[in-house]
């Protein structure tokens, strides 16, 4: 069996509070946009008998407050899903009372170890406070994970990291984790769950995002990691991701790839469980596996369905 983490890394967003969105606007357009966000997602996830883990940001409660973070934290555990930590650190400068003397700090990685620890510190606390159990498992928003960042989130008392994401090095993850990783391996004392990746050829690395790559696409990475005897697929998904970029309507393209991504994950349970992240602690580490080749033709037809999606769902007209 090959166990799949399915990961919905959730956040507000900056376009959002950028636009002058208070909380109530950016809750509705970053975490339950167009009637495709968490709610939906996890509605979904429960229909198939599916495990996901939710990283949650709770950054925004020092401009929101914790309501927020409690929202979103009660509405994942009441639907029997996994919340573990997510950050991005640029919330610490949102507050507009404040007139800003340095330029916005969007990575994590902009920050010295010590800072992201106090960070990561201070990001637990506020989870807690949400009402989360404490969180085991870290990932960096937007995959700005450094050595510093894995040095840091191991001082911190984390078991579990999920931050490095080979298509993205050598920035913003510059974790000095092989590139081409794809299975559980040991960083230091931390447990990391690499984030799956497909090959294009020419070197070129992908990430296994749902809004990033067709069904088919994870389809065949899943099977690939299947047949090398690897242990664990990890794939990313976002609050917002089965929607328009400003929130507003559901992307019934992607909408329909995720569900039927849960669809099949669901039918094929047998071979590809889904896991929480607290069932990973004693998971395999270093099973050789590498990112699953897709053909010109998949890629194409990938490309093709992005530009639809994008011409349906976000050219203005």
Same mark, same amino acid.
């Given at each position: ?51 996901? +883990? ?24 009441? #639907?029997?899903?996994?919340? @573990? ?30 800072? @992201? ?55 913003? +993850? ?94 094929? #349970? ?48």
């Amino acid at each position: 069996m090959t166990g799949v983490l399915l990961s919905i890394d959730t956040e507000f967003t900056w376009r959002a509070h950028e636009g002058g969105a208070g909380w109530l606007e950016n809750y509705q357009r970053s975490i339950e946009p167009g009637g495709a966000g968490i709610t939906y997602q996890l509605a979904t996830l429960g229909r198939h008998g599916l495990k996901a +883990c939710f990283f949650v940001d709770p950054l925004p409660a020092l401009l929101f407050g914790i309501e927020p973070i409690e929202r979103i934290v009660g509405t994942i555990l009441d #639907a029997g899903q996994e919340v @573990q930590l997510h950050l991005h650190p640029m919330w610490t400068q949102a507050d507009r009372r404040v007139k800003r003397t340095d330029p916005v700090r969007f990575e994590l990685t902009q920050f010295s170890e010590d800072e @992201q620890l106090a960070l990561i510190l201070q990001a637990r606390e506020l989870l807690r406070q949400a009402g989360a159990p404490d969180p085991v498992a870290f990932r960096a928003g937007s995959f700005a994970a450094n050595v510093e960042t894995l040095r840091a989130i191991q001082r911190a008392g984390f078991r579990i990291d999920s931050s490095h994401n080979g298509s993205l090095m050598p920035w913003p +993850c510059d974790t000095g984790l092989p590139e081409t990783a794809m299975s559980p391996l040991p960083a230091g004392k931390l447990i990391e769950l690499p984030v799956g990746l497909i090959d294009e050829g020419a070197g070129k690395l992908r990430h296994l995002q749902v809004g990033a790559v067709s069904l088919t696409e994870m389809r065949a990475a899943l099977l690939h990691a299947e047949l090398q005897g690897s242990p664990l697929v990890t794939l990313v998904g976002h609050s917002f991701e089965l929607a328009t970029r400003d929130g507003e309507r559901a992307n019934d393209i992607v909408r329909h790839r995720f569900d039927s991504l849960c669809a099949w994950l669901g039918g094929a #349970a047998d071979r590809f469980p889904t896991c929480f992240i607290t069932d990973l602690l004693d998971v395999a580490l270093d099973v050789p596996a590498t990112p699953c080749p897709v053909s010109q033709a998949a890629r194409l037809g990938r490309m093709a369905m992005q530009g639809l999606s994008n011409l349906r769902y976000e050219r203005r007209f």
